[in-house]
């Protein structure tokens, strides 16, 4: 996808499988490049079990997904690995009522409109605005160009659904809410990276398509 204009018109309201490497070695397609997402950033290990300390302050360690973890018997988190395409939502945009909020979930500074819930996540909407804001997107390496460009601090949570760009982006996409100017919303273009998602283990939960599932 090309670079998404930042004063384009949006809409508030509108805006699968498991991929499982042979010999259990998790892997991540980052365009045509395969990657291992063990090697992508030293600190990786740990990113994920921050992320689901903030899920669950009573996670004490991984589980796999499906069995429970360490810490009181609950299953662990799902924990997706990938590259995702990040877009801003400039300061006058986007003001209208969002896919969620008729279940109690605004898309807030600090939260990202996704793809549809069913793809990106396995989820229909009433699920996914349960879980919405549990969800944890952190970019890597992204932290200096928000700041330099008025925008949001990661990590993100999950407040709407994007509009056609987003929904129809060739790889995982996210929409900022909100930058502080519309000069920082354009400046800030349409950058790609690596990216953590942790979310919480509920029926039909599951990476984005193009992520791979690390634990």
Not at 59 to 88: H, L, M, N, Q, W
């Amino acid at each position: 996808m090309g670079l998404l204009n930042a004063t384009r018109p949006r809409r508030g309201a509108r805006s699968a499988g498991l991929l499982q490497p042979p010999g259990g070695q998790a892997q991540a397609w980052d365009l045509n490049e395969r990657i291992s997402p063990l090697l992508l950033s030293p600190g990786i290990e740990s990113q994920p079990l921050q992320a689901a300390a903030i899920l669950d302050p009573g996670f004490e360690g991984p589980g796999d997904g499906a069995s429970p973890g360490r810490g009181g018997g609950k299953p662990g988190p799902v924990i997706c690995r990938g590259t995702a395409a990040y877009t801003a939502v400039g300061p006058d945009q986007a003001h209208g009522v969002g896919a969620f909020s008729g279940h109690g979930v605004h898309p807030d500074d600090g939260t990202v409109a996704i793809g549809p819930p069913g793809t990106i996540f396995g989820l229909d909407k009433a699920a996914m605005a349960k879980v919405a804001p549990h969800v944890v997107i952190q970019p890597d390496g992204l932290d200096w160009i928000l700041k330099l460009d008025g925008g949001p601090a990661p990590p993100f949570s999950v407040g709407d659904v994007g509009d056609e760009h987003i929904r129809n982006s060739p790889i995982t996409a996210f929409d900022l809410y909100r930058f502080k100017t519309l000069h920082g919303a354009k400046a800030f273009g349409a950058p790609k990276r690596m990216t953590t998602i942790t979310l919480p283990q509920v029926p039909g939960a599951r990476c984005p398509p193009d992520f791979v599932r690390i634990r």
